[in-house]
């Protein structure tokens, strides 16, 4: 007895059940005949053992002159099951309306089971139709989304539901076509499941497509069945991009801010360094000249002349780079990040014309030991020629001239090293460049993170070509409409950019 009532049980669970989803076959108001149709679904585990499609015969009224007949289906799968969709002709209706609750009797192989339809000709109130719950902005990131919405629907029976969409990004006129409506979240539902699901007034979804490029679209969705083509149609904004866009876009930025960091400040800092260096290397090649020429004389004629050894050896210390940096007369190698130069340019240009008068004398006293060294008179005339290094400050070319022509006495001395930069004058200057780089690392790294902030993660569309130059950009202080800029980070440090 357990065992009978075991497999009835599993037969009862494994058995195709039949219903009509959408019960209400319509018929033209008055018409004593005509066609419609009645959607049948089949719902069970044993849908997979049967083939072909069940056979729909009503199931007469005694009396009545309204007779019934189906023409073969077309088939459907659904997420429950299967769906037919059977064509009915009827005939022998009054002209002046009914409306009668018929059954019809399927049969599908082993399986049986019976429905109910209503079958009516009375005139047919309008279609009203309201889609709700779709948001005014969607945002989308790499994967399709999908928005619930409801959507109530009285009056004839809604089919053929289709969305449409004007939706379409500014800038580069790329259109997002292709909307479409499921069941659940995992994209899930054919046109049957859709038609049951607004039948009963469950909630469906509107899902995007999965290959929207990045942008911004705006435009109007539009989701209508045949009998009301116009719908409901709502405006929307659809703000698409990616990770792999946002990625991009950091990168850029840190691009652009090292550019900046190059181009407007490093570079502009070095050329304007070399310049102001330019006249002192001159001199101080002249004297290096100098230098070796008479090496040359002392090492032939072994003579020595410490006056004018030294007196180069000023020339040089004065004009090294070193302590040009250090008495403000030239830029240092990092630009200031507080626009607070102290360079003298008008001290410089007076030290430059200063020693440059320096060694016309001293090459007129060089000349004088090659004379006398020409002459064989170089040991005796030396110390007299030297002693003219220490007057060269107060003669003028032809003061020492003269004096040079008189005397015609070379000499020679071993020249001096040039003295060390003080240990706390290089410290100082050490600081001073260590302080403008951290300055200048800070303002790098703040452009960097308000240029991600503003360009790449406070812009939902961001992944527009645009987008990327404005990435590249932003370090040189162009906004992209914003209201901050690559320039506030030097506000924000009150630090000013060469060229300010």
Not at 224 to 243: F, M, R, W
Not at 329 to 347: C, E, K, N, W, Y
């Amino acid at each position: 007895m357990v065992s009978l009532l075991l497999a009835a049980t599993a037969h009862a669970q494994r058995a195709v059940t039949f219903t009509a989803p959408q019960p209400n076959v319509q018929l033209r108001a008055g018409a004593a005949e005509g066609w419609s149709e009645l959607m049948v679904l089949g719902e069970g585990m044993n849908i997979a053992l049967h083939t072909g499609d069940p056979k729909i015969e009503d199931v007469p009224i005694k009396g009545s002159p309204i007779s019934v007949t189906f023409a073969a289906p077309m088939r459907m799968k659904t997420s429950h099951g299967l769906l037919w969709r059977y064509h009915i002709e009827a005939k022998g209706l009054p002209a002046d309306g009914s409306t009668t609750i018929r059954k019809a009797r399927i049969t599908w192989g082993a399986e049986r089971g019976d429905i109910q339809y209503v079958l009516t000709n009375a005139a047919v109130t309008a279609l009203t139709w309201k889609v709700t719950g779709l948001p005014s902005e969607w945002r989308i990131r790499d994967a399709p989304i999908c928005h619930p919405l409801g959507i109530v629907a009285s009056g004839a029976q809604p089919t053929a539901i289709r969305v449409t969409s004007t939706l379409v990004e500014s800038t580069t006129k790329v259109a997002i076509p292709n909307f479409f409506l499921r069941i659940d979240e995992q994209g899930r539902g054919t046109e049957g499941d859709i038609q049951a699901a607004i039948t009963d007034r469950r909630a469906m979804y509107l899902c995007t497509p999965s290959d929207v490029p990045s942008g911004k679209y705006q435009g109007i969705i539009n989701i209508a069945p045949i009998e009301k083509p116009e719908g409901d149609p709502i405006s929307v904004t659809v703000y698409a991009s990616s990770n792999a866009a946002r990625r991009l876009g950091v990168v850029l930025v840190a691009l652009g801010c090292l550019f900046a960091l190059a181009f407007r400040v490093l570079i502009p800092g070095r050329l304007a360094r070399s310049q102001a260096l330019l006249p002192a290397a001159v001199i101080q090649e002249e004297a290096g000249e100098l230098v070796g020429q008479l090496r040359t004389i002392h090492v032939a004629a072994k003579s020595t002349s410490p006056g004018l050894d030294k007196a180069l050896n000023d020339i040089q210390t004065s004009l090294s780079t070193a302590t040009l940096v250090r008495n403000g007369l030239v830029p240092s190698r990092i630009a200031s990040a507080f626009g607070s130069s102290s360079v003298d340019g008008a001290r410089y240009k007076a030290r430059l014309e200063q020693v440059s008068a320096s060694l016309s004398r001293i090459r007129i006293i060089v000349d004088g030991f090659a004379t006398a060294q020409t002459l064989g008179r170089l040991p005796q005339l030396a110390p007299a020629l030297d002693g003219l290094a220490t007057k060269i400050a107060s003669l003028t070319d032809a003061e020492v001239s003269t004096e040079v022509t008189r005397i015609v006495t070379p000499a020679r001395a071993a020249g001096a090293a040039a003295p060390p930069v003080p240990p706390a004058s290089r410290q100082l200057m050490m600081q001073i460049d260590r302080l403008n780089g951290l300055a200048w690392l800070a303002w790098t790294a703040l452009a960097f993170v308000t240029g991600i902030v503003v360009i790449v993660f406070n812009q939902p569309a961001f992944g527009l070509p645009l987008d990327y130059l404005y990435c590249v950009l932003w370090g040189f202080g162009v906004s992209n409409g914003a209201q901050l800029s690559g320039a506030t980070a030097s506000t924000a440090l009150a630090i000013t950019l060469p060229g300010k």
